[in-house]
Nanobody, 119 residues
């Protein structure tokens, strides 16, 4: 099992910055990738950014050049630095981790943290 705890959400004006952090605990040695997803009201959950062992990083087109995902393996954390925020970035942001168990890939989710960007 992997437990994920997010922090760092909040309220910011357009053009501002926020940093989200996610701390992983439990079976962290077998985590193959971690990422951030978001879900706005009335919309499906979507990938924001992901970082994978051996596969680098990938970002949603809407956040490229503004958001940066990073990990600290010593602390088992993944962070999302969000700059030049826009009102359309408003959503609940979820931390995600994938772990391989044999031939099965398991997914874990954090509880979510609200990000609100005002115009």
């Amino acid at each position: 099992q992997v437990r994920l705890v997010e922090s760092g959400g909040g309220f910011v004006q357009a053009g501002g910055s926020l940093k989200l952090d996610c701390a992983a605990s439990g079976s962290t040695s077998s985590i193959s990738s971690m990422g951030w997803y978001r879900q706005a009201p009335g919309k499906q959950r979507e990938l924001v950014a992901r970082i994978s062992s051996g596969a680098g990083t990938n970002y949603a087109d809407s956040v490229k050049g503004r958001f940066t995902i990073s990990t600290d393996h010593a602390k088992n954390t993944v962070s999302l630095q969000m700059n030049s925020l826009k009102p359309e970035d408003t959503a609940v942001y979820y931390c995600n981790a994938r772990r391989t168990a044999g031939t099965t890939t398991l997914q874990y989710w954090g509880q979510g943290t609200q990000v609100t960007v005002s115009a």
